[in-house]
T-cell receptor, first 112, second 114 residues
Framework: GNSVTQMEGPVTLSEEAFLTINCTYT??????LFWYVQYPGEGLQLLLK?????DKGSNKGFEATYRKETTSFHLEKGSVQVSDSAVYFC???????????FGKGTKLSVKP | DSGVTQTPKHLITATGQRVTLRCSPR?????VYWYQQSLDQGLQFLIQ???????AKGNILERFSAQQFPDLHSELNLSSLELGDSALYFC?????????????FGSGTRLTVV
């Protein structure tokens, strides 16, 4: 069945540093892929998504490209801010009903 | 405000007790999903309802049950509570299946079993 593997954290960066959080998946077919973000004390929010191979999802300066050759959907941001400190989850749907499975999450801390 | 409302936000109860968590989906969404988030297990899918009917089951214990009512709100019932049930419980909703849309999450209910 479908599965997702996400790099473990925590990740600590200085403000304005470049961010990459790795996500790889196994899937039947080409499902949509998602990144969610969870700020402290809050629920998860959809950050970006890509619905087909070679699509690039982007939002709030974050980007991720759906790469079927490497079965990857890595999250990147060119210059992180303190306000980006959060936990990031990669996700994809499983089963006929499309409920999502999530990676274990990567905690990002950005220092001023 | 995501549009998905969960109550209560916090719940403290004793082992062996029963609690009910409530979720109102975003307006227009027919699917409701329940997840459990704990430090050691991460985000675990529990159950999905679509327009009042159960559609998918994940790692939901027999002590747990859920339902979705005609007005589309959902309740998750947890009984014979154990210390290990302490976790964040999230509800999410989507228009139909989440395959292309993703979910909208509520802010969660933090359950502490003492």
């Amino acid at each position: 069945g479908n599965s997702v593997t996400q790099m473990e954290g925590p990740v600590t960066l200085s403000e304005e540093a470049f961010l990459t959080i790795n996500c790889t998946y196994t899937a039947t077919g080409y499902p949509s892929l998602f990144w969610y973000v969870q700020y402290p004390g809050e629920g998860l929010q959809l950050l970006l998504k890509a619905t087909k191979a070679d699509d690039k999802g982007s939002n709030k300066g974050f980007e991720a490209t759906y790469r079927k050759e490497t079965t990857s959907f890595h999250l990147e941001k060119g210059s992180v801010q303190v306000s980006d400190s959060a936990v990031y989850f990669c996700a994809l749907p499983v089963g006929s009903q499309g409920n999502l499975i999530f990676g274990k999450g990567t905690k990002l801390s950005v220092k001023p | 405000d995501s549009g998905v409302t969960q109550t209560p936000k916090h719940l403290i109860t004793a082992t062996g007790q029963r609690v009910t968590l409530r979720c109102s989906p975003r307006s227009g969404d027919l699917s409701v999903y329940w997840y459990q988030q704990s430090l050691d297990q991460g985000l675990q899918f529990l159950i999905q309802y679509y327009n009042g009917e159960e559609r998918a089951k994940g790692n939901i214990l027999e002590r747990f049950s859920a339902q979705q009512f005609p007005d589309l709100h959902s309740e998750l019932n947890l009984s014979s509570l154990e210390l290990g049930d302490s976790a964040l419980y999230f509800c999410a909703s989507s228009p139909r299946g989440a395959g292309d849309y993703g979910y909208t999450f509520g802010s969660g209910t933090r359950l502490t079993v003492v």
